[in-house]
């Protein structure tokens, strides 16, 4: 997020990193116009806690109202959103900035993979808005006219914000209120975490991709692109990878010999399991024991 014009009716805080909340004040007897750069990898909401705004996007070719005691979601993966608000007389309005990794982590522990499945959300721009609750109100108020020492403004100002959110993601009662649109792809990574499970439970005869998409409920579109997201690589070429090295650590155990082994993991000849273990190690089972007993 960058700096821009500076204006004595602006306010910014960084509550932690990727972020801000915003204040916007206007005091005086005209409109005033702010302006301040954000980048596309932002979600911004904006609360109006007294008076009017309108917000202006390509070089003010297209407006959007913002109403006293309404909220507006801004977001477009596509490109920088800039803020360009005009406040009326006598306005003020409250903004919480996001960066949207950080957004995904306060509704799930799945954070660091949610953005690559979503292919539905990642050219969707959102513009939401909403009226404010009895309840984000008083938080509004709280944030603009606090009375804290400065010691723990930022804590304050950091636990309102949060407060702010929270109210604004349950109003489950308004039924046209849309929830976070993103919750949908922690779905699908769950799914595919259940994927490899499947293959590593059922590595000695895994399911085709085929058999696998329908298990978990999810196409073999989505299946490919999200493991290969998730754990980097193919579905076949992980499971190879985790027999080869399941195998390493039979071998290790010394409980097994190289046809065991190679039957656990799912070669019904030796020579093939050993022609995979070389591929993966450079060396084949036999040697790599014989290395292991040198060590001892």
């Not at 960084?14 to 909340?21: A, P, S």
């Not at 116009?33 to 003010?60: A, D, P, T, Y």
């Not at 190879?240 to 390493?248: G, L, P, Q």
């Amino acid at each position: 997020m960058e700096e821009n014009v500076a204006q004595s009716t602006f306010e910014k805080t960084k509550l932690e990193e990727g972020f801000y909340l915003l204040k916007f004040q206007n005091p005086s007897k005209q409109a005033l116009k702010v302006q301040r750069n954000i980048n596309s990898n932002f979600i911004q909401f904006h609360f109006s806690g007294k008076g009017e705004g309108r917000f202006f996007f390509n070089n003010g070719s297209y407006k959007i109202p913002l109403l006293e005691e309404n909220a507006l979601l801004l977001y477009n993966p596509k490109r920088d959103l800039p803020i360009d608000l005009e406040l009326q007389p006598q306005s003020w309005v409250i903004s919480i900035v996001i960066s949207i990794k950080k957004f995904h982590a306060l509704f799930s522990e799945e954070a660091g993979y949610i953005s690559f499945l979503s292919l539905e959300n990642r050219d969707k721009q959102y513009y939401k808005d909403s009226v404010l609750t009895p309840g984000m109100v008083i938080v509004l108020n709280q944030v603009m006219n606090y009375n804290v020492i400065a010691s723990i403004k930022n804590l304050y100002l950091k636990a309102k914000a949060y407060e702010l959110l929270s109210l604004y993601f349950n109003r489950s009662e308004e039924p046209d209120v849309e929830q976070c649109p993103f919750l949908t792809d922690e779905e699908n990574v769950l799914k595919i975490r259940k994927a490899k499970e499947i293959v590593i439970a059922k590595m000695a005869e895994p399911p085709s991709l085929q058999e696998l998409s329908r298990e978990i409920g999810l196409s073999m579109k989505k299946l490919k692109e999200g493991f290969k997201q998730i754990y980097g690589d193919s579905v076949f070429s992980f499971l190879f990878d985790y027999k080869m090295e399941y195998a390493r650590k039979l071998l290790d155990s010394g409980e097994y010999n190289v046809n065991e082994v190679g039957l656990k993991v799912g070669y019904s000849t030796s020579s093939h399991f050993i022609a995979a273990f070389r591929k993966k190690f450079g060396t084949t089972p036999k040697k790599y024991l014989m290395s292991l007993s040198s060590e001892a």
